[in-house]
């Protein structure tokens, strides 16, 4: 039974990637080589300092074992108005369990609020819609992105500390390989690929940016949406928020809904956030 004011791992891993996922903060004090999906790292020590950043919302505390500072933590955030739980058992438990894990050394350097900041070509379409969603559902909540013309790309990414992605050039190591996409490689190297409705998305997002309409039935369909979303605003980061609607219910089809077809039942969304 779960303890008072935690939640367990595979009830997390279902919130992870949707819209309504609460804030998943690590507090170890070890600098771990990986980070359950999503996390910010918080320092134990300074809670005081920045709780009330996260007042008003939900979140998970993650220590090494559920015990050793979580649940003091989220007693603290909860006292900021912050919806606080301890993921029960700690990352040894998510770990355990098999869960999906993101390899910290594969992140990029982060700004001084904490957040990875990332540049890519302006106008953009399906890639540079699907890996900022990516980013941000499961990787980097915070992230922020810049659209920049082209040939600016790395100078703002030199210039500003970012990491470039989506720019077919040598030194730039997110982007295409081969008939496989950026998205594709972002799932695989930040280990990603262990969500099972990450995989059928890649595909759909590979069709769609690759010319490869044919690859699955969803891309000619998503290549449609990305083209007419790119005449429909002017700033790229105003679609970039539009877009995210689409991959947050592309993904809840992939996750939850791949097998029913069209009828007249009416189905409600759950009352838990997933």
Known sequence: MPSLNSIASDKLVRLIGTPGSPVVIDVRPAQGQHLIPSSIRMPADAVEQWASSFAG???VIVDEDGETSAQGISAWLRSEAVEAEALEGGFAAWHAAGLPLVAADKLPRRDGQGRTLWVTRARPKVDRIACPWLIRRFVDPQARFLFVPAPDVLTVAKELGATP????????FWSHRGERCTFD???DELGLADFPAIDYLASIVRGADTARPDLV????GLLAVSLGLSRMYADDLEQLDAGMLVYDALYRWCRDARGETHDWTSHKPREVRA
């Open 165 to 172: 992605f989506d720019v077919a050039h040598d030194d730039v």
């Open 57 to 59: 919302a939900a979140a």
């Open 185 to 187: 490689l972002m799932v």
């Open 217 to 220: 039935p969803e891309a000619a």
